[in-house]
Each structure stands twice: as structure tokens, then as C-alpha cells.
């Protein structure tokens, strides 16, 4: 399911795009913005995790570099079933996470600094579940699929913005019409993103992280630290791409008046009640994990 719902999500925006290249230069921009499209979803299919760790400026840790973040993941990947995913660290004072990559076979997960500096040892284990119950139900590649095509639409729309994107043109169909036309396109583009990034994922996540790690208080406290200093602490690599918003546990925006139109994240205190009334509801499946 998860496998068609990206191919429509890439369909949509690879039109978005080419209406793009349209209003700004008649049917040949369509036709090179079709051919970027085409360039651009090959790529974010194969390589959007690297681009978001990169944009990130994450780098790979291992059982000698970061001991206890390493073996807390392999424990829960153990715990899961899954396979061993990459470990990142992204040097950013907002505490937050994320995962990405095409599947689990060839995963990532991602905690700032600022995170493992704020959270004790259990709740980074329910914060690093929760990112690989993304992994494990394939929201990962969705996640950065998305990420990658709508920030390329919300840059073509800047460049409208800013530089006119050759309103005077002759090969404009629409002139001015056709620039004010790529404009919108970026809230469109986040539309998009909020209806491909359903805020149900990640209750979901929450609920089958709790499972993974077996307390569903751990991430519960986790959240509750989470939104409090991401509200007062910048992520500017995220404020400057705010179509990777929907990839973090918490909502890495507030500074910029645009970032309610990538608000994918349902509200934190709901997810704390609803992993408060998970856990008071008795042993869960899998069986407690201790760090």
C-alpha cells in the first residue's frame, strides 16, 4: 500500500512540477521541467536519505564512537526484527530525530546532539523506537521521497518570487498570471505533504515504538521535553527547508510565519495521552526492553 501511495505522491508533484515549467516557459519549460522531474525522482528514490543526512549534516556513528546511542538501536532493532540500521548524529542544538532511507535493509536513524544531551538514556530508547516503527512500516520512504520533490517545488516557486521567472517573455503563456500561478505553488506543495504524511502515522509510530521498546511512558516523557525545547531552540538546516518538517518526531519549526503550511505533526499533548492510556492499559505485547 505504502509502495502505491508514493507512486501517486511522486505523480502528483512531478505534475506540480511541470505546470511549474509551463507557466513560467510555455510548453518547452514543461517539457524540461518533465525531464528534471523525471532526473529528480530517479534520484529522491534512490538517494533522498543521503541528501536529507547530508542537508542535515549528520554524521555515522558506531559502537566505539557513541557507545550507548549504538547499542540502544541495535537492541530495539533486535527487538523488532529489523535489520541494523545506520546510526547518525546531526550536530544541531534543537533536540529532535528522524529516520530515512528506501526500507529497512538499508535505513538510517538520526538524533541531534541536542537531543542526547536533554533526554536520559530511556527516553532516547522511546524516541529511537518510535523512528524505527517508521522503518518498520515503510513510512521512511515516503518521508524523504516527499521531502526531496516538494523542496525542489518551493525553490522553483522562491525563484518565481524573487527573480519573476521571465514574466516578459514571449514563451510565457501566461505572463505575470503564469509567475503568480508558480507562487501558490508552494503552499500547494505542502498541502501535499500534510495529505502524503498523515498525522495518523505518527500515532501509529507512537503506539508500535511503545511496543518495540515495551514502555510507553519512556517516550511519552520524551515527547513532553522534545516540544518544550524545540519551541524555544532553532533548527535553521529545517527552517530553510521546511519540506523535511514531517520527517522529525516533533515539529522542528516556529520561526517563520510559512511554517504552520508544513504542520504535520498532530498536537503533543494528544500523543501523550494516548501513550499515557496505552501504558495504563497493561503489559504490551512485546515484552518490556531495558537500556
Given amino acids: 500500500m505504502n509502495y502505491v501511495r508514493t507512486a501517486v505522491l511522486i505523480a502528483a508533484l512531478t505534475a506540480l512540477f511541470m505546470a511549474a515549467g509551463f507557466f513560467l516557459a510555455g510548453q518547452a519549460g514543461m517539457l524540461i521541467a518533465f525531464a528534471v522531474a523525471a532526473a529528480m525522482n530517479l534520484y529522491?528514490?534512490?538517494n533522498s536519505g543521503e541528501s536529507v543526512l547530508r542537508h542535515f549534516k549528520a554524521h555515522e556513528v558506531d559502537a566505539?564512537?557513541?557507545?550507548?546511542?549504538?547499542?540502544?538501536?541495535?537492541?530495539?532493532?533486535?527487538?523488532a526484527g529489523l535489520p541494523?540500521?545506520?546510526?547518525?548524529?546531526?550536530?544541531?542544538?534543537?533536540?529532535n530525530a528522524f529516520a530515512t532511507g528506501r526500507g529497512p535493509k538499508n535505513a538510517a536513524v538520526c538524533a541531534?546532539?541536542?537531543?542526547?544531551?536533554?533526554?536520559?538514556?530511556?527516553?532516547?530508547?522511546?524516541v529511537m523506537a518510535h523512528e524505527l516503527a517508521h522503518v518498520q512500516h515503510r513510512d521512511t520512504l515516503?518521508?524523504?521521497?516527499?521531502?526531496?520533490l516538494a523542496g525542489a517545488i518551493s525553490m522553483l516557486a522562491n525563484f518565481a518570487m524573487f527573480f519573476g521567472g521571465g514574466s516578459g517573455r514571449r514563451d510565457n503563456p501566461l505572463g505575470i498570471v503564469g509567475v503568480l500561478?508558480?507562487?501558490?505553488?508552494?503552499?500547494?506543495?505542502?498541502?501535499?505533504?500534510?495529505m502524503a504524511i498523515s498525522r495518523g502515522r505518527e500515532y501509529e509510530a507512537d503506539r508500535a515504538g511503545a511496543e518495540i521498546c515495551g514502555h510507553p511512558l519512556w517516550l511519552a516523557s520524551a515527547l513532553g521535553k522534545l516540544h518544550r525545547a524545540s519551541q524555544r531552540i532553532d533548527n535553521l538546516a529545517a527552517e530553510n527547508n521546511p519540506a523535511t518538517a514531517h520527517m522529525f518526531i516533533v515539529n522542528p519549526l516556529h520561526t517563520r510565519a510559512t511554517d504552520s503550511l508544513f504542520s504535520t505533526h498532530p498536537a503533543v499533548e494528544n500523543r501523550i495521552?494516548?501513550?499515557?492510556?496505552?501504558?495504563?492499559?497493561?503489559?504490551?505485547?512485546?515484552g518490556p526492553w531495558e537500556g
Fill in 84 to 95: 541494523m540500521p545506520r546510526v547518525y548524529i546531526a550536530e544541531n542544538d534543537q533536540p
Fill in 44 to 46: 529522491a528514490w534512490w
Fill in 273 to 286: 495521552a494516548r501513550l499515557q492510556a496505552l501504558a495504563a492499559a497493561g503489559p504490551l505485547r512485546r
Fill in 64 to 79: 566505539r564512537s557513541a557507545p550507548g546511542l549504538y547499542s540502544t538501536v541495535r537492541q530495539l532493532a533486535d527487538n
Fill in 112 to 126: 541531534t546532539s541536542g537531543l542526547l544531551r536533554l533526554l536520559d538514556e530511556r527516553e532516547v530508547a522511546g
Fill in 181 to 194: 500561478a508558480v507562487m501558490i505553488l508552494s503552499p500547494l506543495a505542502a498541502m501535499l505533504v500534510q
Fill in 142 to 148: 515516503v518521508m524523504t521521497v516527499t521531502a526531496t
